[in-house]
């Protein structure tokens, strides 16, 4: 993907890489934690709940991302996200990262507002922290790396940490610059989902039908997809994709899918437990997102998924 890397980073980005490597090892925990466009998206919404379809979801106050502890948590041998050193006043390592996350976070915002304000609405932007080994959230307790990028809707705020990502290219062949960019669209996606009132309205169908929790919890996962293959689409028009970044993403999505982790862990593949679909279903959303550039598309709230 192309940038611009000779500008100021994002406002919304914040660096907590020093201050969370320092504090690591505190023994932290997880609590459970004029297209269709955004209007189109908060019609599904009312409908749903009036019981014109069957909504679905997951979040709740909770975090929503990417959860691999599993696969991270069985490899013998191999070193955790997060475990590296660092020098004080050395040259920073991850800076060209760095300024690619600024840069995607904010062409990801921007995206946002426009669609927004296309719908009659203002985009409230979030904001994107970076962190080492682990950290502790203003509204979702606290999470280890090997949690993967979340998204912490009291906070308002996505979480990642940048060394994850070497370990899931080593683990799954998730690797490119824009596989990256897909998880952070994706967990701003959930961000959209938050503002919109999804989060709340899964989170109080998955009280009241808990049975189906885990089918709400799929569902808007696949919409966040659907979500970051949208913005994909305005990366296209803008001229910034490069030959392979859609592959990268569609890789990405492959690679996270709930029953390729649960064959890579080594656990019997249970469509019952999964949480955020499956390899295809994945794959499918965010190619849906980018062939219409329309997030009023992305409604897996009805039917089948």
């Given at each position: ?170 683990q799954l062949q998730f690797s490119g610059d824009f ?20 989060n709340a309205a899964v989170r109080e169908a998955s ?20 979500f970051a293959g949208a913005w994909a689409y305005s ?71």
């Amino acid at each position: 993907m192309k940038i611009r890397r000779n500008r100021e980073l994002s406002p919304d980005l914040i660096d907590k890489r020093a201050e969370t490597r320092a504090s690591a090892g505190r023994g932290l925990s997880i609590p459970g934690g004029a297209k269709g466009g955004i209007g189109g998206i908060l019609v599904m919404l009312v409908l749903a709940l009036l019981g014109g379809s069957q909504l679905i979801g997951g979040g709740g106050s909770g975090g929503s991302g990417i959860d691999i502890t599993d696969i991270l948590g069985q490899m013998a041998g191999v070193q955790q996200p997060g475990t590296g050193s660092s020098v004080p006043d050395a040259p920073d390592p991850q800076a060209d990262e760095v300024a690619f996350v600024s840069f995607v976070l904010d062409d990801i915002q921007d995206f946002w507002a426009e669609e927004f304000k296309a719908s009659g609405a203002t985009y409230e932007r979030a904001k994107l922290v970076l962190f080492e080994r682990s950290v502790t959230t203003g509204g979702c307790g606290s999470a280890p790396s090997a949690a993967g990028p979340f998204y912490c809707p009291p906070d308002q705020t996505a979480y990642i940490d940048l060394t994850f990502f070497a370990e899931l290219a080593a683990q799954l062949q998730f690797s490119g610059d824009f596989a990256q960019a897909y998880v952070i669209a994706h967990e701003l996606g959930h961000h959209v989902q938050n503002l919109t009132g999804v989060n709340a309205a899964v989170r109080e169908a998955s009280e009241k039908t808990p049975s189906k929790a885990n089918e709400y919890s799929v569902r808007q996962e696949l919409q966040a997809d659907c979500f970051a293959g949208a913005w994909a689409y305005s990366v296209y028009q803008a001229g910034l994709l490069e030959s392979g970044d859609i592959e990268e993403a569609l890789n990405a999505a492959s690679a996270v899918g709930d029953d390729r982790i649960q064959k890579q862990s080594g656990t019997a593949i249970n469509q019952e437990t999964w949480t955020h679909g499956s390899s295809e279903q994945r794959v499918s959303w965010f190619k849906r997102g980018f062939e219409s550039g329309d997030p009023g598309q992305c409604d897996t709230f009805s039917g089948d998924y």
